[in-house]
């Protein structure tokens, strides 16, 4: 499902290259000269808001699909005062900086997603979508969101999600290449092709095949998690460094993943782990990039947020920054 860039962001000098990637990615994705131009004028407002208050902060763009549709998601990161007056400051035409789109209401109202989340003394979090058309409404039975982000200085990611998805279910797969660079890549990407034509519904079996076809690469550390919707339940299956987390609004379960190496060695008493799937139920996974010792509770109402915004607070807190990071979180909407 791709990768996000990770630009920092440290003053408005950068604006104009964050412009320029930025305008190539609208581009490629087929926005119209106008929606390229809506664009901008976005990308100013959150440059604008990370220097001038919020001391600096990460960008992180992706290009994206969404119902056959084309667009691009931006999410803005920085460890500032918070916004005291959140309302206030969403109301269209309310900037204390005098810049292009006048606040945050501008960026609102030229999105198609927006949303913020904020503390006092811990940050802010911006999220926007835009779309290279209107969007249909439509209630989606289950919501995925992945944030894949290369270590500082590397071109290419060794950490990656991919996922399949049918009328019965969908399985998911998050993988980390050993290492990071040109090499763990290639290690990844052969497990995600591997995974994407394997008809294994079970976890464990999966990663089994996966095993057989990266053998020749560096290997990796992976999870696979299936979701039946007739059962409505879980297997799932983790080798190495990856978390996996069940969480439903009111406690939350881990599950451990077996020691080796895909592609190296893997136990052979590997087996799916089962969980029932709860009325109100995340699946969390992340690969080593991410520190384990993280807890949404400390996040007052959080998983009232959009899942992008739910990853990225637990990149802003989490990052190792030494390494590929990557989250994955999937939401089934009863």
Known sequence: MGKHLCFTVADRSYFALLKKDIRTIAVEAGFSETKVGEVDIIVAEIVTNLVKHGGGG???????TQAETEGIELIAIDNGAGIAELNKMMADGVSTTNTLGQGLGAIQRLSDVFQVYTQKE?????????FSTPLPMQKKPM???SLVVAKAGETECGDAFCCVSDKGGARFFLGDGLGHGKEA??????????FLTCKETSAAETIRNLHLHVKKTRGLVGAVANYQEKRSGWNVCGVGNISIRFINGIEQRTLMSYNGIIGYNIPTSLKDHEVVADEIQL????SDGIRT?????KYPGILKYDLSIVAAVLFKDFARNTDDMSIVIVRINH
């Open 185 to 194: 890549a290639i290690a990844v990407h052969a497990a995600t092709d591997a």
């Open 283 to 286: 699946l969390i996974m992340c």
């Open 143 to 145: 919501e995925v969101r």
């Open 293 to 297: 010792k993280w807890d949404l509770w």
């Open 122 to 130: 811990w940050g802010t979090i911006l999220l926007c979508r835009v």
């Open 58 to 64: 990460n960008l992180l763009v992706k290009r994206i």
